[in-house]
């Protein structure tokens, strides 16, 4: 019996072995690795335009695709609001959705939804060490929440402001031309004018609040030369130099309106707790200054109307149409239009364009000594956008995969030269002005990056959750837009219709919870 | 005499002629079993040696097949590599001729400006012509450069691309190297076995040799 075993065992044995040299042979003929598993499919939410998208699709998950079986599906959403009302729909009927692109403004609520579950657990712990090592600190921060890491960091995104320099040249050249009439506008005001000794400050990274009034007034009164005229788009002449508005901000009761009004009253110091105080120096003084720009007619004629939002202004930044404008690193790059072979054609004449930090926030009202009275400071809240895994995602492991594989530096840095971002890697970080070379773009992350550095911060909680966005965009709305053209702006008028507009906003309350 | 009994000493003789004779097969069988043992080893020995420097062969083509596979593509991204840094080499000597024409345009401003003259006035035509010459050859610089700028980020992405395409065949290859090795290293013990006749040996090389075939398969399917 033993030995009928050992017979079977050593034949067993010698088939094995002669079936394993057969497999090599058949190795031999096509040695590359076998795609064996299942094709699996994977369905990725995306804040991002179709383009945007196509571009992902291409130099991104294409690569993953082949090399790991998976069929991408993208789910695409216009705002991260309509992110969070997909993954509400998709906690209740699942679709599938194996990973979705949030911001951390929402990634909290979306926690405590239980709309998301944490990243982590699709990880194994010393890959995901190894993962967020690679990100900058305050980036994979803004995915930890109660110590675990809920989210991985995918791009950051924050304001600055883009110029053409032949406007910043034309202004710093002419400004005084019209000194007396800026300077009697600012008394109305404030009953000074100018500060002492005001001189236009050569470069906007320098700039407050001042000088962007003064360059707006120079603009805003005398034909430019180097807008819509500009040689380079009329090369014979035929388009006459325009006098029009020439600095431009999303206004309106838009969502980018709340953000660029919040944004203003951050850059004149206000802080999170003075939030609802609606005699707060703050609030006057960037109430005071809007009201000053429209009054004065320094803001175009939409802002009076329905509004701008930030498309908006962009658009008519790529006509050539406004001088200074804030933006982000995607509308950036999407402007100056010669980030990539296929990319639709920029503004003319992008080498006219720079970018700079964000002007300092100072009150119109001057101190004895004749310098404003109240200090704020260059400020841009920056946004991290983040990878979530869905509550009832089929595979979280596949999607801490993909996001980590995503998370490598040669993709970020791609991803920032052809759509815009700040990459969210530290190497990158350090390594920008030797990775970015070409000059437009260094100037483009110097701006941010010197941004983060003079101010910024995360979204107060309560700004949107307690309708305080609402609250403040019709306060706006009555303030600087509700009153009349040449309504008074010195502050104490500014203070009476905040009063008034508080008063009419707590009666219409009082009266609706009737 | 007949029926007379042999001597003592003759019993004796027949008795140990006997027990020899009995040795001698004891030891005929022993040797025989033992013969017929190292036969069998022997036979098996080969046959697993057979499989096994077979393998080998397979195994040695695969794994410089996927070596050339790893060492192409980071060939190949070491030839991105180089061409993308020499392109920026020349995007440096584009800009840098692009500043001295920048100089040349804004000396020229500068000193219309300080003149108080404009671009239409008559005196200044070849000032204005030289000028608008510059603005012209600045353009086609950045419009160059641009270029320049697109082809090094197709071989940026190229070289990105080939990094990664070489792990895969890296650890292909790593893997049917160790196997190589453990199969090797069983071919020994095998070897070992025919000069010692020891059937542990025998049973060491094949496991060992059966760990090497399964960590040359995961070469191919990188399982683990």
């Known amino acids: ?514 | 005499m007949p029926g007379e009994k042999p001597p003592q000493g003759a019993r004796e003789e027949t008795a140990l002629l006997r027990e020899e004779v009995a040795l001698q097969k004891r030891e005929a069988a022993q040797r025989g079993a033992r013969e017929a043992f190292i036969e069998q080893l022997k036979n098996r020995v080969s046959v697993a040696a057979i499989i096994l420097t077979t393998a080998l062969s397979f195994i040695g083509n695969v794994r410089s097949d996927r070596g050339d596979a790893a060492g192409a593509a980071r060939a190949a991204a070491e030839s991105a590599r180089r061409q993308g840094a020499e392109l920026w080499a020349y995007y440096q000597m584009k800009m840098a001729e692009k500043s001295s024409m920048e100089i040349a345009r804004d000396r020229i401003r500068l000193d219309l400006s300080a003149r108080g003259l404009q671009r239409d006035d008559p005196t200044v035509r070849l000032d204005v012509l030289k000028l608008t010459g510059y603005e012209e050859r600045i353009r086609d610089f950045d419009a160059e450069t641009e270029r320049v700028f697109f082809r090094v980020q197709d071989l940026e992405a190229q070289e990105d691309v080939q990094q990664r395409a070489a792990i895969e065949p890296s650890r292909s290859a790593f893997r049917y190297e160790l196997g190589g090795k453990l199969i090797t290293l069983a071919l020994i013990l095998l070897s070992v076995t025919i000069l010692s006749s020891k059937r542990y040996l025998l049973w060491s090389g094949v496991t060992l040799g059966a760990v090497g075939l399964l960590v040359s398969l995961d070469g191919y399917f990188l399982l683990f």
């Open chain 1, 1 to 514: 019996m033993r030995r009928i075993l050992q017979k079977f065992l050593v034949d067993g044995l010698v088939v094995l072995g002669i079936a394993v040299n057969v497999g090599l042979l058949l190795i031999n003929l096509r040695p590359e690795r076998p795609h064996l598993g299942r094709r699996a499919k994977a369905r990725i939410l995306l804040r991002a335009s179709d383009p945007r998208i196509q571009w992902m699709r291409a130099n991104e998950f294409n690569e993953f695709a082949i090399a790991r079986d998976v069929d991408f599906e993208f789910v695409s959403a216009p705002t991260f609001e309509d992110v969070h009302q997909k993954l509400i729909e998709e906690k209740q009927l699942p679709t599938g959705l194996l990973l979705a692109d949030v911001d951390d403004e929402h990634a909290q609520e979306l926690k405590d939804g239980g709309l998301v579950r944490p990243i982590a657990d699709g990880a194994d712990p010393a890959e995901l060490r190894d993962t967020v090592s690679d990100f900058i600190r305050e980036a994979a921060a803004r995915g930890t929440l109660d110590g675990k890491q809920w989210y991985l960091p995918k791009r950051a995104l924050v304001n600055v402001a883009v110029y053409l320099r032949p406007a910043i040249e034309d202004a710093y050249l002419h400004w005084e031309e019209d000194r007396k009439a800026i300077d009697a506008a600012l008394k109305e005001a404030n009953g000074a004018g100018l500060p002492k000794d005001f001189r236009l400050r050569r470069t906007p990274d320098r700039w407050d609040s001042f000088d962007l009034f003064v360059a707006a007034w120079s603009w805003a009164h005398h034909p430019a030369r180097w807008a819509e005229a500009s040689r380079r788009i009329a090369a014979d002449n035929a388009v006459a130099p325009q006098t029009a508005p020439r600095v431009a901000w999303p206004c309106g009761d838009s969502e980018d309106g709340s953000g660029q009004l919040l944004n203003d009253l951050y850059r004149h110091g206000l802080r999170e707790e003075q939030l609802g105080q609606l005699d707060a120096p703050p609030l006057l003084d960037a109430l005071q200054w809007q009201a000053l720009f429209r009054k004065h007619g320094l803001l175009p004629e939409q802002c009076e109307k329905s509004g701008l939002e930030q498309r908006n202004v962009n658009g008519l930044f790529h006509e050539r149409k406004l001088a200074w404008a804030p933006i982000d690193q995607a509308d950036s790059v999407w402007l100056h239009g010669g980030a990539r072979r296929d990319a639709e054609a920029g503004i003319p004449g992008p080498g006219d364009l720079s970018w700079a930090t964000l002007p300092q926030g100072v009150s119109a009202e001057l101190a004895a000594g004749g310098q404003p009275a109240r200090r704020g400071r260059s400020f841009a809240f920056e946004e991290v956008h983040l990878w979530a895994v869905p509550v009832r995602s089929p595979d979280p492991k596949l999607a801490f995969q993909i996001a980590r594989f995503l998370s490598q530096r040669g993709f970020q840095q791609r991803e920032t030269e052809a759509e815009g971002m700040l990459p969210v890697r530290e190497d990158l970080r350090q390594d920008y002005p030797i990775a970015f070379r070409l000059v437009w773009m260094q100037s483009l992350l110097d701006a941010s990056f010197r941004q983060l550095e003079r101010g910024t911060a995360d979204l107060p909680a309560g700004w949107a959750g307690d309708d305080w966005d609402d609250k403040y965009l019709k306060l706006r709305q009555a303030v600087v837009y509700g009153r009349p053209k040449d309504a008074p702006v010195t502050l104490a008028a500014i203070r009476e219709a905040v009063r008034r507009a508080s008063a009419t906003a707590a009666a219409e309350a009082t009266h609706d919870a009737r």
